[in-house]
């Protein structure tokens, strides 16, 4: 099948499946009054609700290695992409000396504030430390910037490489972390252009998925979905991709580690702990695992072994967290998360990125939690949901996954120092 007759196909079957997966949405989201205690997009896009197994799977791909791009495996192989983009990296606008990126509004501390500048002018700060959000697109530094260069980056042959880039052996393979809940797994209806591949863009498999040909733990060339292959829609990470490679020399590779989980609580992702909720969703690949730290911590090292460097994670998750107690506790959970991973995958303080919550949703309240994070956790920065529309009280519109995409891969160019 041609690469034009694939895309849509897929474009008119995610459009049936979206349509169907949003009807069965309505009808069991909770009221505002339970505070998104319970994410209803798990028992809509199939999560166990009693136990391992209960939610759809899809058949293991069979006959070998999956068709769809280069499949790289696990711990013996490093990026690899097919034609990879050549020349200088395209740049538009300005950059100030804290790496602070405007188009429409100004942050400081930590916090959104509109009615900032404008015109996507550079802007200088005197006397005084930015501290990381994203407001309207923009991203802002702290004053620092951080993330490790890659090993093992691509050949522009598609041939795998071990360990070292063709161009000149600098090139680097950069993996981001993706963790949270509905949100930040996806399932929006695609367009046809959500389909196109970048052979920089690698995705490490979610599950084994008959329908992109991707298998568990096997790396292959990134689409959607990211995550779970019932989900089919995309999610942030697509456009988080998308934008940051946009920003990264030309021979550097992005690989994503999706590790969303829709409607978990933080528990999931504290390290030592087994949420009290643990029986309602399922693990991947076989729910073995007491806590999804731990499954976090082992993709990241697989990355890592094939020759990538952890360059930075993207975080949604606050919903199922939105009322008290859990509210009050929240923060100071992410923050244990972030110093956790950043120890566990080698000691590099790299960035971390966290989304904000629907504003015209029942738990936007979160958000001023949200905002409090750059302030408690080093190297961190918000993506503002400002102006973003949702499907329902808890989830991101298609165009919302889009820009809010976006708004995290400004972020990270700022974070680590680059500009496009």
Request: aromatic residues 6%; proline residues 4%; charged residues 15%.
């Amino acid at each position: 099948m041609s690469t034009e007759l694939h895309c849509t196909a897929r474009f008119i079957d995610s459009v049936e499946a979206y349509v169907l997966r949003w009807i069965a949405l309505a009808a069991v989201l909770c009221p505002c009054a339970f505070a998104c205690s319970n994410d209803p997009q798990q028992a809509a896009m199939g999560q166990a609700t009693g136990g391992a197994g209960a939610g759809p799977s899809d058949a293991p791909a069979t006959g070998g290695l999956p068709t769809r791009g280069t499949t790289l495996t696990g711990a013996t192989s490093a990026a690899t992409t097919a034609g990879a983009t050549t020349g200088s990296v395209q740049t538009s606008g300005s950059v100030n000396s804290v790496g602070m990126v405007t188009t429409g509004s100004s942050v400081t501390g930590g916090q959104v504030v509109t009615g900032g500048t404008t015109g996507g002018a550079a802007t200088s700060s005197t006397g005084a430390t930015l501290t990381g959000a994203v407001s309207s697109g923009i991203a802002v530094t702290s004053g620092a910037t951080s993330g490790s260069a890659g090993i093992g980056g691509a050949s522009s042959s598609g041939a795998e490489t071990e360990g070292t880039g063709t161009a000149g052996g600098d090139d680097k393979f950069r993996v981001y972390l993706l963790i949270g809940q509905s949100n930040m797994a996806g399932g929006a209806a695609t367009e046809a252009r959500d389909l196109e591949e970048d052979e920089r863009i690698r995705v490490l498999g979610y599950d084994d998925c008959a329908a992109t040909g991707r298998v568990y733990n096997e790396w292959d060339v990134a689409s959607p979905p990211l995550h779970a292959c019932w989900s089919e829609g995309i999610g942030p990470g697509d456009y988080f991709a998308k934008t940051l490679v946009e920003a990264l020399p030309a021979g550097d590779t992005i690989g994503l580690v999706p590790c969303a989980i829709p409607g978990v609580d933080i528990d999931f992702f504290v390290k030592g702990v087994v949420s009290a909720r643990r029986g309602e969703f399922t693990i991947p690949p076989d729910n073995h695992w007491d806590s999804a730290y731990d499954w976090v911590v082992e993709r990241a090292k697989l990355a890592q072994a094939a020759g990538g460097v952890i360059d930075g994670i993207i975080f949604h998750q606050g919903e199922s967290d939105s009322g008290d107690p859990n509210r009050s506790l929240w923060a100071a959970k992410v923050k244990g998360i972030v110093e956790d991973l950043r120890t566990d995958l080698g000691g590099d303080e790299f960035p971390f990125v966290a989304g904000e919550l629907l504003y015209s949703g029942c738990c936007a309240s979160m958000n001023t939690i949200v905002n409090q994070l750059p302030s408690t956790i080093s190297n961190t920065y918000v993506a503002t949901a400002d102006g973003l529309n949702g499907v329902d009280q808890y989830h991101f519109d298609a165009p919302g996954v889009r820009s809010i995409g976006q708004r995290y891969g400004e972020a990270m160019i700022a974070a680590l120092g680059l500009s496009r």
